[in-house]
């Protein structure tokens, strides 16, 4: 056996940085282990998560009940692919139906392939239910989405960086400004199938829609027969302080997108669900995954969906946000514009003159909190839902200090 040489930070950054395609900028941190709210990095040093992978670790890292589910189903069977039937998925689709209240699920890997399931249900959904003339159905977006990086999904983004190079698009999409449910209704046309939103918009800086917002669009999209899609990749599984982001105000999409803690971080599993006055138009062949629904996620999921709900982090997360939100809005620093949120989903955005949030999250990170800027000045405090009042305080104090000493 070759003897293992030890690496460094900087051994590895040079590695990533040779070999590696230049799709990311991250952090100069290599990390190595981590449990809970925790991680180390290579050198042994520890750091408070308030990032949570962008929300695929809400159950916090190397969850043991999740760990052991994963172990267990990859030591038996990781994957029959659907042209078998496995023992996991009939039973992660039954307990995930029962607890969001939704007929059907359908099993993805990532978050982009399960917004790519909902617009082609959609779209199929128009056809054959509403009568939309196939190839001209409509689906309306919002400006500012982050719904993943497909072709098809950068069609509706208006960033132009997702976007650049990467035509032609795909038609078919119209945007509208977020947050704006009289421009919703303007906007919809006799060949619109579809609205997917954000409940909060995540990556577009955690920017919430005026309260009663999302009652309006439920509203206006069953007025219209427009099907409301709801991405709850980021927001969804207890992020907001509830299920579903969609909950705080009482209203149920006819789609929703899952993803990310979907899994608790172990493994990429997503999912669509709906009632079966939707889901029913596909048929067998129409649409699949090879890994979508494969034992060993299953398995991941279905544990993962029981730690979040048995140990009261959703709950954990209502609290936690609401004390998180009222500690960052006592602090007083001239870099701050607003601090907003719900739940453990908080966004701190900066002054343009506060000189970008980059170097603030680099300052944190040197202070022993990562967390990870969206759009150039907001920092985005996202930590595990498994978070206590006094890991809690540690960060806040490391916060303060550098929020008001950069
Ligand atoms: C992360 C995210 C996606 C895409 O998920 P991937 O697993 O990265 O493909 C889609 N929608 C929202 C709201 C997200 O936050």
New binding site residues.
């Given amino acids: 056996m070759l003897e293992q040489v030890a690496l460094h930070t900087q051994d590895y950054i040079t590695l990533e940085h040779h070999y590696g395609a230049k799709n990311y900028k991250p952090l100069d941190v290599v990390l190595e282990r981590g449990a809970g709210v925790w991680v180390w990095d290579v050198e042994g040093r520890r750091y408070l998560d308030f990032l949570s992978a962008?929300?695929?670790v809400n159950q916090g890292h190397a969850h043991p009940r999740i760990l052991q589910a994963l172990v267990q189903q990859a030591q038996k069977l990781p994957l029959t692919s659907r042209a078998f039937r496995n023992t996991q998925l009939p039973l992660l689709a039954q307990e995930l139906c029962e607890l969001t209240h939704y007929d059907k699920m359908l099993p993805m890997n990532?978050?982009?392939?399960?917004?790519e399931t909902a617009l082609k249900l959609a779209r199929k959904w128009g056809h054959l239910v509403k009568g939309v003339p196939q190839g001209q159905q409509e689906i309306i977006a919002c400006a500012g989405?982050?719904?993943?990086?497909t072709i098809t999904?950068i069609s509706f983004s208006d960033e132009p960086q997702y976007r650049e190079g990467f035509g032609p698009f795909t038609p078919g999409f119209v945007t509208i400004p977020y947050g704006d449910a009289d421009a919703l209704e303007a906007a919809i046309t006799p060949h619109t199938v579809a609205f997917t939103v954000?409940p909060i918009?995540?990556?577009g800086g955690i920017i919430l829609p005026p309260d009663g917002y999302l009652q309006r669009v439920r509203d206006i999209c069953t007025r219209h027969n427009v099907l409301f899609i709801a991405?709850?990749?980021?927001?969804g599984l207890g992020r907001t302080g509830a299920l579903f982001a969609t909950d705080h105000e009482a209203v149920r999409a006819d789609i929703v997108?899952l993803?990310?803690a979907l899994s608790g971080g172990f493994y990429?599993v997503?999912a669509v669900l709906a009632d079966a006055s939707v889901m029913s138009v596909l048929r067998p062949g129409d649409h699949g995954s090879t890994f979508g629904g494969n034992p060993l996620a299953a398995a991941v999921a279905r544990e993962a969906l029981k730690v979040l709900v048995e140990e009261g982090m959703i709950d954990n997360s209502q609290r936690m946000g609401a004390y998180l939100l009222a500690q960052l809005r006592r602090i007083t620093s001239p870099a701050i514009k607003e601090v907003r949120g719900r739940g453990l989903f908080v966004g701190v955005e900066l002054h343009p003159a506060a000189g970008g949030a980059r170097r603030y999250c680099e300052a944190l990170a040197a202070a022993g909190i990562l967390c990870k800027e969206t759009h150039d000045h907001v920092l985005r405090f996202a930590p595990p839902l498994i978070i206590t009042r006094s890991e809690l305080d540690y960060a806040l104090e490391r916060v303060e200090r550098v929020l008001t000493q950069l």
């Fill in positions: 962008y929300s695929a990532s978050g982009a392939e399960a917004v989405n982050f719904q993943g990086r999904i954000e918009q995540g990556e991405d709850e990749i980021q927001t997108t993803g990310k990429p997503s």
